[in-house]
């Protein structure tokens, strides 16, 4: 595999040594026989990650210098290496500039559209259930992707008590699925909100003839009032800095006696960013935050009236989501000459990164539900099967 366009550069073998000591932490060698080693083809690896950490990691497995049987293991396994503060100058820049600037602002929210959910629909619907589900199913009493995340369409439904007539306010609204399913199950009227221009085409298409209406807005500037309110995977892509003003942006929009559900990745601790691979070739300023952070920037608003957590459904659904991409993959290949090899490495190294993270519990999926401070209204909360 061509190296050419590679940042990384070649260096000398003083970086084997603890780099394999590192590794070995975790109970991985390099060469071993076991699904979750590695085996190195190029000497350049053991540089890489000496000199850029995760971001080299990732980046000379996209480059082919590294494979492993079972890249899922093996970050489950690097999950329980104790995280250690670095004094690197490449981390310090980054930590610093994520603490200054808002790297989230309303200029930059279209970074992580144009990168990832612009990439084509064509692509996402390959390895996708039908209802375009690109966030954490619900396996309960499900045997594939397709029930799980109808599993999880109707969870967050419930969640919110919808009743026909209901006007509902989706934050972020993806591919439309949610929205067509509060009004097609549910009889709710359902305004969406996106910046994703191929996520908001298709939506409208979904939609068409429900009383979905999708709007192109950034959230910042939702006016009105609604019964229900609900995001979905969106608030990984609001900022540290922007959690309150999300906060605030829902509760303005939400009646007095209403119902908020938001689904989320989170994070067991408070970060000042990203990972740096995650950050550079999958979510652009993607940012996800911790129970404090979150706590912090509900305080005074809402009620949390439930948080529930179902992280370790998201290990499922990774996994599923994997084995459809590869599947998919010569259809995939199909689409777009960009599709290449290197992509497909990517890919497939971002999608078992995740499930062994969560398979490892660093990462937590939470589905929580507010209601306003002063609403005086219980919230009877739903049974579970």
Not at 31 to 58: C, E, T, W
């Amino acid at each position: 595999m061509s190296s050419s366009s590679s940042p990384l550069q070649a260096g000398g073998s003083a970086a084997q040594a603890p780099v394999e000591a590192f590794l070995a932490t975790a109970g991985v060698r390099v060469g071993g026989s076991g699904p979750a080693d590695i085996q190195v083809h190029d000497a350049r690896f053991f540089d890489a990650v000496l000199a850029h950490g995760s971001l080299g990691f990732g980046e000379s497995y996209m480059e082919g210098w590294w494979d492993c049987a079972a890249l899922d293991q093996l970050f489950h396994k690097l999950c329980t290496i104790p995280k250690q503060r670095s004094r690197s100058t490449i981390k310090f820049w980054t930590k610093l500039q994520y603490l200054v600037l808002n790297m989230q602002s309303k200029a930059r929210a279209h970074h992580v559209t144009r990168a990832h959910y612009d990439l084509s629909n064509a692509f996402f619907q390959l390895w996708l259930d039908p209802q375009m589900q690109y966030s954490c199913a619900y396996w309960d009493g499900a045997d594939t992707l397709e029930q799980a995340q109808r599993n999880k369409l109707e969870l967050v439904s419930r969640k919110l008590h919808l009743r026909p007539g209901d006007r509902v306010l989706e934050i972020g609204c993806g591919w439309g699925g949610l929205a067509r399913h509060m009004a097609t199950q549910h009889g709710a009227s359902v305004t969406a909100v996106n910046i994703s221009r191929e996520q908001i085409h298709f939506a409208r298409q979904f939609c068409a003839g429900l009383p979905v209406e999708v709007v192109d807005q950034d959230y910042r500037d939702i006016r009105g009032t609604w019964d229900k309110v609900v995001s979905i995977a969106m608030l990984e892509a609001v900022g540290a800095r922007n959690l309150r003003t999300y906060m605030e942006a829902a509760h303005r929009a939400l009646r007095e006696d209403g119902i908020f559900v938001l689904h989320t990745i989170g994070e067991n601790i408070t970060r000042p960013h990203a990972d740096r691979w995650i950050l550079k070739h999958i979510f652009p300023n993607g940012y996800v935050p911790s129970l404090a952070q979150l706590a912090s920037a509900m305080e005074g608003l809402f009620v949390m009236e439930d948080w529930h957590n179902i992280g370790p459904d998201y290990d499922h659904t990774l996994m599923a989501w994997h084995q459809r991409f590869e599947a998919a993959w010569p259809q995939i290949q199909a689409l777009d000459p960009k599709f290449d090899e290197r992509f497909r490495r990517m890919w497939r190294y971002y999608l078992l990164n995740c499930a062994g993270v969560f398979r490892g519990r660093s990462l937590q999926l939470w589905q929580i539900t507010m209601t306003r401070h002063r609403s005086g209204t219980p919230y009877q909360r739903i049974p579970r099967r």
